[in-house]
């Protein structure tokens, strides 16, 4: 363990480049992804970075910050391979999990407790997933929750103007990530779960004016940029997008009610982290476990008051949930050994529902592709556990060797969805062909398939083409003669059915919109 306290960075970076080898590069693209990668792609290509566009088209509905970087990743590293398109993302993945162990250092954990922490945050199974569902989320969590860790710091010792523009330049960051979202669902939570616990808040009003002033200037000035240059549409942006918070997605109130589930291997002592406080009065009395239970438990209300839900929202809450889920490991860890089995139930259940899957996903694995080093390790680890219920041994190591547990996983999980699809169509097969070509379409086609074409596509209208031969990508099925029905003056050169679902279609709901016909077409 002494050599963990050393190097606790190396570790969680490991764990992290473990995520990356195996999971970043096989996973496809997904539509909330698109969007960010092809914008962050017609930025460089067309040198806009003020007015981003997505397919040619003003892309204003999230702020820039997580494509710029997007850009300027694919830019340092002068490559278009995917690894390098989500890379900020890692990143901010690995400032989650930094900010974690320094967090929990600040209310009073140890080193090796803290690194548990740490790893705790990037093993919760939707704080990963959201780095593929919507990239701009992480950053701008990712960035407040930072933010809050040293705004914690300068209430529990002393504020001064380097920290006020640190704090005020990260929040404002992170409101360039995602608009002021963070503000509400990690924010505003922490300081009214800080109030409900210390009573109150000690900060002067010069500091507050210097915080919000940086936060007001770094967080809008894109704003202003936009409003000045193209006013317009800003509004029509803005407006859509509030709208959809009461008119979009609807979701009853107890929608987030199983939020905790979205922690993946770390369900079962969450929910516990949430209740022993309120029932056990050696917890009770750490006022920094009632700070972070209080913090998910406001986070989850708030989040529960908007009428748009979906369950990405709930990312932010994972964060104070992965600390307060710390406290209770912690308590085992130390008193496991003086309870009953009866009282310890939940962490015996978590460790036979690991111990479940450790076995089952494995054995699916090596009864398709065979035997591999870490589906063998998968299982061993599982097993292992059997070992550490007869002992009751449940210390730091048994929990760091659930993290290895979670890293093999995301060894085998990926490689049993990737490219299974046998109808799979590479860009090889048409590539060539529509070099210089423009490509239109019929229908209104999703960014996802944008970027797998990658080139941009226009609306079809026929009567302003003047090229002699270009792309028509469409649903329909049209063949040599029904294509004279829409344009007698067209024949058909060329015709791919393009299917761009890497997995089955039958596991891949978003199936219908990554398969359609692509034409090449001449006039005659």
Same mark, same amino acid.
């Given at each position: 363990?002494?050599?963990?306290?050393?190097?606790?960075?190396?570790?969680?970076?490991?764990?992290?480049?473990?995520?990356?080898?195996?999971?970043?590069?096989?996973?496809?693209?997904?539509?909330?992804?698109?969007?960010?990668?092809?914008?962050?792609?017609?930025?460089?290509?067309?040198?806009?970075?003020?007015?981003?566009?997505?397919? %040619?088209? @003003?892309?204003?509905?999230?702020?820039?910050?997580?494509?710029?970087?997007?850009?300027?990743?694919?830019?340092?590293?002068?490559?278009?391979?995917?690894?390098?398109?989500?890379?900020?993302?890692?990143?901010?993945?690995?400032?989650?999990?930094?900010?974690?162990?320094?967090?929990?250092?600040?209310?009073?954990?140890?080193?090796?407790?803290?690194? &548990?922490?740490?790893?705790?945050?990037?093993?919760?199974?939707?704080?990963?997933?959201?780095?593929?569902?919507?990239?701009?989320? &992480?950053?701008?969590? %990712?960035?407040?929750?930072?933010?809050?860790?040293?705004?914690?710091?300068?209430?529990?010792?002393?504020?001064?103007?380097?920290?006020?523009?640190?704090? %005020?330049?990260?929040?404002?960051?992170?409101?360039?990530?995602?608009?002021?979202?963070?503000?509400?669902?990690?924010?505003?939570?922490?300081?009214?779960?800080?109030?409900?616990?210390?009573?109150?808040?000690?900060?002067?009003?010069?500091?507050?004016?210097?915080?919000?002033?940086?936060?007001?200037?770094? %967080?809008?000035?894109?704003?202003? !940029?936009?409003?000045?240059?193209?006013?317009?549409?800003?509004?029509?942006?803005?407006?859509?997008?509030?709208?959809?918070?009461?008119?979009?997605?609807?979701?009853?109130? !107890?929608?987030?009610?199983?939020?905790?589930?979205?922690?993946?291997?770390?369900?079962?002592?969450?929910?516990?982290?949430?209740?022993? @406080?309120?029932?056990?009065?050696?917890?009770?009395?750490?006022?920094?476990?009632?700070?972070?239970?209080?913090?998910?438990?406001?986070?989850?209300?708030?989040?529960?008051?908007?009428?748009?839900?979906?369950?990405?929202?709930?990312?932010?809450?994972?964060?104070?949930?992965?600390?307060?889920?710390?406290?209770?490991?912690?308590? &085992?860890?130390?008193?496991?050994?003086?309870?009953?089995?009866?009282?310890?139930?939940?962490?015996?259940?978590?460790?036979?529902?690991?111990?479940?899957?450790?076995?089952?996903?494995?054995?699916?694995? &090596?009864?398709?592709?065979?035997?591999?080093?870490?589906?063998?390790?998968?299982?061993?680890?599982?097993?292992?556990?059997?070992?550490?219920?007869?002992?009751?041994?449940?210390?730091?190591?048994?929990?760091?060797?659930?993290?290895?547990?979670?890293?093999?996983?995301?060894?085998?999980? @990926?490689?049993? !969805?990737?490219?299974?699809?046998?109808?799979?169509?590479?860009?090889?097969?048409?590539?060539?062909?529509?070099?210089?070509?423009?490509?239109?379409?019929?229908?209104?086609?999703?960014?996802?398939?944008?970027?797998?074409?990658?080139?941009?596509?226009?609306?079809?209208?026929?009567?302003?083409?003047?090229?002699?031969?270009?792309?028509?990508?469409?649903?329909?099925?049209?063949?040599?003669?029904?294509?004279?029905?829409?344009?007698?003056?067209?024949?058909?050169?060329?015709?791919?059915?393009?299917?761009?679902?890497?997995?089955?279609?039958?596991?891949?709901?978003?199936?219908?919109?990554?398969?359609?016909?692509?034409?090449?077409?001449?006039?005659?």
């Amino acid at each position: 363990m002494s050599f963990l306290k050393k190097y606790y960075f190396l570790i969680i970076i490991l764990i992290l480049l473990i995520y990356s080898i195996s999971t970043f590069n096989l996973i496809e693209v997904g539509i909330m992804e698109a969007r960010n990668f092809q914008t962050a792609k017609e930025m460089v290509e067309d040198n806009n970075w003020l007015l981003p566009t997505l397919n %040619g088209e @003003p892309r204003y509905q999230k702020p820039p910050l997580p494509t710029w970087l997007t850009a300027l990743s694919v830019l340092l590293f002068n490559s278009k391979s995917i690894i390098f398109y989500r890379i900020p993302a890692i990143l901010l993945l690995f400032i989650i999990g930094i900010t974690s162990y320094f967090f929990s250092l600040k209310i009073k954990f140890n080193k090796n407790e803290s690194l &548990i922490n740490g790893l705790i945050t990037v093993s919760s199974i939707y704080i990963i997933a959201i780095i593929f569902e919507a990239p701009w989320d &992480i950053f701008a969590h %990712g960035f407040m929750f930072l933010a809050i860790y040293f705004l914690f710091s300068s209430l529990e010792n002393k504020f001064n103007l380097k920290q006020n523009i640190l704090i %005020g330049l990260l929040i404002g960051l992170s409101i360039m990530s995602k608009g002021p979202i963070s503000i509400y669902v990690l924010l505003i939570p922490f300081l009214l779960s800080y109030l409900l616990v210390y009573k109150k808040i000690n900060v002067s009003i010069s500091d507050l004016i210097q915080i919000l002033f940086v936060s007001i200037i770094s %967080g809008s000035l894109w704003y202003v !940029y936009v409003y000045i240059q193209d006013y317009q549409t800003l509004l029509d942006t803005t407006s859509q997008e509030t709208k959809n918070w009461f008119n979009y997605n609807l979701k009853p109130f !107890y929608y987030y009610w199983d939020f905790f589930i979205n922690s993946g291997i770390w369900l079962i002592p969450a929910i516990t982290s949430l209740i022993l @406080p309120f029932i056990n009065s050696k917890i009770s009395i750490n006022k920094n476990h009632l700070l972070t239970c209080y913090w998910v438990i406001i986070s989850v209300i708030l989040l529960s008051l908007i009428p748009e839900k979906k369950t990405r929202y709930i990312v932010p809450v994972l964060m104070p949930l992965a600390l307060n889920t710390g406290f209770y490991i912690n308590y &085992i860890i130390k008193y496991s050994k003086q309870k009953s089995i009866s009282s310890l139930w939940p962490i015996y259940l978590n460790f036979i529902l690991i111990s479940i899957a450790g076995i089952i996903i494995p054995a699916i694995y &090596i009864y398709n592709y065979g035997f591999s080093f870490f589906s063998t390790i998968t299982i061993i680890i599982a097993l292992s556990f059997i070992y550490n219920f007869y002992k009751r041994e449940f210390d730091k190591a048994v929990y760091l060797k659930i993290i290895l547990f979670f890293t093999m996983i995301n060894f085998i999980l @990926p490689q049993m !969805y990737s490219n299974t699809n046998t109808n799979y169509t590479s860009t090889d097969l048409f590539h060539q062909d529509i070099k210089e070509l423009k490509l239109y379409s019929d229908y209104k086609i999703t960014a996802d398939l944008i970027w797998n074409l990658n080139k941009k596509v226009r609306k079809l209208e026929l009567s302003k083409i003047n090229d002699s031969i270009f792309v028509l990508i469409s649903n329909k099925n049209f063949d040599a003669k029904n294509i004279n029905i829409i344009e007698n003056k067209l024949l058909i050169k060329k015709k791919i059915k393009l299917n761009f679902n890497t997995t089955t279609e039958e596991n891949n709901r978003y199936r219908d919109r990554l398969a359609t016909n692509l034409y090449i077409l001449s006039k005659k």
